[in-house]
C-alpha cells in the first residue's frame, strides 16, 4: 500500500486552526505520504476513551498522525496508556507513555497493536517533528504529447499496481508514484523513452534547473490572480530565479504595464492567443527576463461570452526561442479552473524548455 497517514485532531469545540491545519498536511506531503482519512474530536467528549480507540482499529492504514491541542494531549497520552495497559511518563515538557517508541519535543512516537501513532502537541503554529520512518517511495513525472501514450502507460503500470501508482495532472501529464526500489531498475518497456522528470515537487525541479541554467523568470497573471507565482515562491530558492510578477486584470493594467496594444484587447478580447503573447513578452521586456509564461481566461461562473465558454484559457511562454501560445477548455469550479491554468502553463513551460525534460537512454530490450 501506498505512504498514507490518518489524521486525528483533538481539541476543544473550536476546530484547529487554519494555518496549523494547512501546514501539517504540507508537512505530511513533504515525507511522502497521502492523507487517507481526518477526524476531528472532541477533549471533553466523555465517549472519547472510546471514539480514539474506534478510529484506531478502524483505519485500514497503520500510520496514525494525533494532533493534540493544550490539555488535550495529556487526556490522549493517558487514553493510549490505558489500551496498552501502559504507565505514562513525564519527560521534560511531555507526558508519554513508557513504551513510547521515540520520543522528541513535543511529539512522541507509539504502537498500539500494529498501528503506529505519533502524537504531536500543538500550542502554537509550529508543528513538532514528525517521527514515522518514511518507507521508500519516488516520484516520476510523465510528459507524452498524446493522452492515448497515458493510456497505454496505465496498462503496463496496472501489472505494478501494488508498488507503483499514478495521479493525473493534466491529459499529458502524469504523476508516477513508486514505492519499491527494485521497481526503479526494471522499468515496463512504456516508461522508456518517456519525457520525465524525477520530483516529488514539480516546483523545485524547475527552480533548481532555472539556477543550474542562471535563467530567471516572470509571471503575467489574469485569471489565476497570482496562483501560479505564489505557487512558484512556495519552493526555497526561487528568489535566486524569480524577477517579479504581474497581475493584470483590467485591460487598462495589462496596456499600461505589460504594453498589450489596444487593438489587441479590442479585436481579440482579453482571453486570447493574442493578447497572452503580448503579455508574456510584455512581461518579460518589462523586466528583462530570459522566461516569461502568461495566462488568461474565465474562470467563471460568469464571464463567457460567445465562443469562450467558462473554463476557457490562454497561456503562453516566452523565451530565446520565441513566445508560443496554447488554449485550454477546462472544467470545474472557479478554484479547480484557477489550478489547471497554473498546471497547463507550467507544462507548456516545460514543453518550451525541452532540456529540463530527461528522456531515459535505455532501451526496451535492455530490460
Known amino acids: 500500500m501506498i505512504n498514507k497517514v490518518a489524521v486525528v485532531f483533538v481539541s476543544g469545540g473550536l476546530y484547529p486552526p487554519k494555518v496549523i491545519e494547512d501546514e501539517l498536511f504540507r508537512v505530511i506531503s513533504s515525507r511522502g505520504y497521502s492523507i487517507s482519512s481526518i477526524y476531528y474530536l472532541k477533549e471533553y467528549d466523555d465517549n472519547l476513551p472510546l471514539l480514539l480507540p474506534t478510529v484506531i482499529s478502524n483505519e485500514q492504514t497503520k500510520n496514525i498522525v494525533i494532533v493534540a491541542f493544550g490539555r488535550a494531549f495529556a487526556l490522549v497520552s493517558r487514553v493510549l496508556a490505558t489500551l496498552q495497559s501502559d504507565n505514562l511518563l513525564a519527560d521534560g515538557d511531555i507526558l508519554h507513555p513508557m ?9 512522541y512516537l507509539y504502537r498500539v497493536g500494529d498501528s503506529n501513532i505519533n502524537v504531536l502537541d500543538i500550542e502554537n503554529t509550529q508543528i513538532p517533528n514528525l517521527l514515522f520512518e518514511r518507507e521508500f517511495y519516488k516520484s516520476v513525472h510523465i510528459f507524452t504529447k498524446d493522452p492515448n501514450q497515458q493510456i497505454d502507460l496505465h496498462k503496463e503500470i496496472s501489472l505494478y499496481s501494488d508498488i507503483c501508482y499514478y495521479q493525473q495532472i493534466t491529459p499529458t501529464w502524469y504523476k508516477y508514484t513508486i514505492t519499491d526500489p527494485s521497481y526503479l531498475k526494471s522499468l515496463p ?43 512558484f515562491t512556495s519552493v526555497s530558492g526561487a528568489s535566486n530565479v524569480l524577477k517579479g510578477s504581474f497581475v493584470t486584470y483590467s485591460n487598462e493594467i495589462k496596456e499600461s504595464w505589460l504594453g498589450v496594444k ?23 521586456n518589462r523586466v528583462g527576463s530570459d522566461i516569461a509564461i502568461a495566462i488568461s481566461g474565465i474562470a467563471g461562473p460568469t464571464g463567457a461570452v460567445d ?45 518550451s524548455e525541452k532540456k529540463i525534460l530527461k528522456i531515459l537512454q535505455k532501451s526496451s530490450k535492455s530490460t
Open 99 to 107: 513504551a513510547s517508541a521515540m520520543v522528541k519535543s513535543g511529539s
Open 189 to 231: 518497456p512504456p516508461l522508456l523513452h518517456q519525457y520525465h522528470i524525477e520530483t516529488d515537487i514539480i516546483f523545485e525541479a524547475i527552480v533548481a534547473y532555472l539556477i543550474e541554467e542562471a535563467k530567471s523568470i516572470t509571471f503575467a497573471e489574469s485569471c489565476t490572480g497570482g496562483l501560479l507565482c505564489a505557487d
Open 307 to 351: 465562443g469562450k465558454p467558462v473554463g476557457t484559457v490562454y497561456i503562453a511562454v516566452s523565451n530565446s526561442e520565441g513566445t508560443v501560445s496554447k488554449r485550454l477548455q477546462l472544467k470545474g469550479d472557479r478554484v479547480a479552473i484557477q489550478k489547471q491554468s497554473v498546471y497547463g502553463a507550467i507544462e507548456l513551460f516545460l514543453w
Open 262 to 284: 489596444k487593438e489587441t484587447l479590442i479585436e481579440y478580447g482579453a482571453v486570447s492567443s493574442e493578447c497572452v503573447t503580448e503579455m508574456a513578452t510584455g512581461a518579460k
